[in-house]
């Protein structure tokens, strides 16, 4: 992540002025921003617009900021339905505030992200607005595949291949945004079609890696370096890649025993995590998972190989890509 | 609204598919169309258009259903924050599925409103967006100046116009959508900038003349024709347009009696209807509103005139602005 990206980034942000009225719009919209995060998906454009020889103009600026801002929304809507209290350290929007301003602020924020696509140059916004509605549904479609399986019992999971379908619902819930902003960044410096869909690859690949060592953190994380409490995602019973790959390789006690675990109300968080993270050990989940995280980034750089453009301006993205799939935090 | 372009809606309504995966998703959309509606605002877009000698197209097919489409948005998502159990004598979304279906199938709608403006052509893109953004901020900011006034005693709206600030309100929540659907349908035509803000005003003033005939439809409506239960809105102790002029006109008396009888919460339903409407009648507030809504209705056919087009073209316009200030449903 090349300094003058964050530098980018950071101005464009300080530049938006969220005290408009009315307030109560306004405030929680820049109150999640201010927050902060890793500006991963407006970064990823930006380094995808270079590689191709683009500039940062106008159009580039309104597509990365129109990125940040719709992830953004997207999580304070899934704040709400997830019920999930806090974010970044800080309470989230619908407990800061409540429940109808977290709805219509972010509706308002979605807007804003839209609104951004407004500076894209008129030949560019055809293309633009057709990839980003495209991204903006997948998001959408992923949410509710996520909602749809932390509704079913684990035991439901059985009667189909249920990590095809966690890893179709982590495509669209987070590696789309991902792959879709270095897309954009693609299709603003005026790539061919082959390198715009080969850095889409590599952030599919880039983002399912993600969202896998995510999953294996929670469980196998150091504590020291998370930042997040370990085992949450066991004690909220979370169906995650770990969850599914232990059940689909477990005997019938073994499967009896995960399901009687993660759904006993009664444990303590610790034990609870003992005796899942037991479980997981005995069934060889951490090496299963990390191997398909190798197996996602190795995509990723394949498809990053096939970008024509001078492998020097690839060491960005291809560093980026080898910190994101051994970060410990 | 001509029979032609009730046909052109419905046609391109029936040609959507909400039968998509995932269900839970979309399923709510189909269900909040095939409820109907009047479909006034693509119909407001195809009647400008066409005054202003535009073509049946895609760009005109794509806004149209955008506005539609945007237009049910808003209501899925009111009704949560409303908690509003039945719309068009049916279960809202929420109720008949749940909070975080209807905040989730909201988004995707709104992302759906979107996706139609794809189908503009590149010539109109970039202002249709630039105008679809302001209308979808001005209808957000709308109904955060809504709940912002609920959430006030009807004593704290004494220190300032809340007249004046109501009419902002129902201005950017209803007229807006009305007054952007013309702007639109102009826009698409390739009329000169003149007409299309002319076709604007027309919209707001017709949307603030719609908003205050609903507003008093609630009270002096006859139960026959209304298809709402008549008197709602004092039932709820919502701020409307009369409730705001009574206030406004009292005296001290009146005053503490208007309050004290809408934050009564142990009279009937009844009781607080007779009371209120006493005091109305006393107030002469009936006829203090309809010389608002005539005030409106005037300034939007002014307005018409002002557009530069056979007169004989904007009877239809000028039809539909008279039924809706002369509307008993």
Not at 76 to 90: E, F, I, K, Q, T
Not at 175 to 188: D, E, F, K, P, Q
Not at 191 to 210: M, P, R, V
Request: glycine letters at 6%; hydrophobic letters at 40%.
């Amino acid at each position: 992540m090349s300094d003058s990206n964050s530098e980018y980034i950071r101005s464009w942000l300080d530049a938006e002025n969220w005290q408009r009225f009315p307030e109560n719009l306004y405030a929680p919209i820049g109150y999640t921003l201010e927050a902060g995060g890793k500006h991963l998906r407006p970064t990823l454009l930006l380094m995808s617009n270079a590689l191709l020889g683009g500039n940062v103009n106008a159009s580039v600026r309104g597509a990365a900021m129109a990125v940040e801002l719709f992830h953004n929304f997207t999580l304070l809507h899934d704040d709400v339905m997830d019920r999930a209290p806090m974010r970044r350290g800080r309470p989230t929007v619908y407990k800061r505030w409540n429940d109808n301003t977290a709805i219509l602020s972010g509706d308002q924020m979605m807007i804003e992200a839209y609104r951004r696509l407004e500076q894209v140059e008129p030949q560019y916004l055809p293309e633009v607005l057709r990839l980003f509605g495209q991204m903006a549904t997948g998001v959408c479609e992923g949410q509710q595949l996520d909602m749809d399986m932390e509704t079913m019992r684990l035991t439901e999971l059985n009667r189909r291949n249920a990590i095809d379908d966690y890893i179709t619902m982590i495509e669209r819930k987070t590696a789309y945004l991902i792959a879709y902003s270095l897309r954009l960044g693609a299709v603003l410096a005026g790539a061919e079609e082959s390198d715009s869909q080969a850095l889409y690859d590599f952030g599919i690949a880039l983002g399912l890696a993600f969202q896998l060592q995510d999953d294996m953190l929670d469980v196998y994380g150091d504590p020291k370096t998370f930042g997040k409490q370990i085992g949450g995602d066991i004690a909220e019973g979370k169906k995650t890649f770990l969850t599914l790959c232990a059940y689909q390789n477990a005997n019938p006690e073994q499967k009896a025993l995960l399901v009687s675990t993660l759904e006993d109300s009664t444990l303590s968080r610790q034990d609870k995590y003992d005796r899942v993270r037991q479980l997981y050990d005995s069934l060889h989940v951490r090496q299963m998972t990390e191997e398909k995280i190798q197996y996602y980034t190795d995509s990723a750089l394949k498809a990053l190989d096939s970008v024509n453009a001078d492998a020097e301006l690839k060491q960005p993205l291809r560093q980026l890509a080898a910190r994101m799939s051994e970060r410990q935090y």
